[in-house]
């Protein structure tokens, strides 16, 4: 059974040690952060759990870092991932739907960034198929827009920005 709840303190150390574990450094003191911002209003953190077992989280970060969402009051849907062992079970579909649902409920648009790595193909095609378009403001890498001519590092932060307006 699939349940999706805010971050809670409790809910800290499972989560990092499941990344851990996966070898990404995501630490504890980046869940703690999110706490903080979520009990300040800055953020809030969805957690999904799989039959009482953490799996997968997303956070909607309501003054986003990207300038062009921040200056059109556009929340930011931040930071997705599910476990590698829970993918492909619609997970991320659930945790999307209950973002749209607190996003939508606050603003009119939602807004979503991916990187352009190939890793990232999964979450690129959720994105288009649940009807996200990009912002028509081109790719930036670590925030700055790209211009023609440029040359980047194809990283985690060579993002293209996407939007969607409630319906």
């Not at 911002?37 to 953190?45: A, P």
């Not at 827009?145 to 990283?155: A, E, F, L, P, Q």
Request: hydrophobic share 40%.
């Amino acid at each position: 059974m699939l349940g999706i709840a805010p971050l809670r303190p409790g809910d800290i150390a499972e989560i990092a040690a499941a990344f851990a574990a996966l070898g990404w450094n995501k630490p504890a003191t980046q869940y703690e952060r999110y706490l903080s911002e979520q009990l300040r209003s800055v953020r809030d953190c969805l957690v999904a759990r799989c039959d009482g077992t953490f799996c997968g989280y997303l956070t909607i970060l309501w003054r986003p870092d990207y300038r062009p969402f921040r200056e059109a009051s556009i929340p930011e849907i931040q930071d997705f991932n599910v476990l590698p062992d829970y993918r492909r079970r619609g997970i991320g579909s659930k945790l999307m739907d209950e973002a749209e649902r607190i996003g939508f409920a606050r603003s009119p648009t939602l807004g979503i960034g991916f990187g352009l790595h190939h890793d990232y193909g999964a979450a690129q095609r959720l994105y288009i198929l649940r009807g996200y378009v990009p912002d028509a403001r081109g790719i930036t890498s670590h925030g700055v827009r790209v211009n023609w001519g440029d040359d980047v590092k194809i990283d985690d932060d060579l993002v293209l920005y996407l939007v969607k307006a409630k319906t």
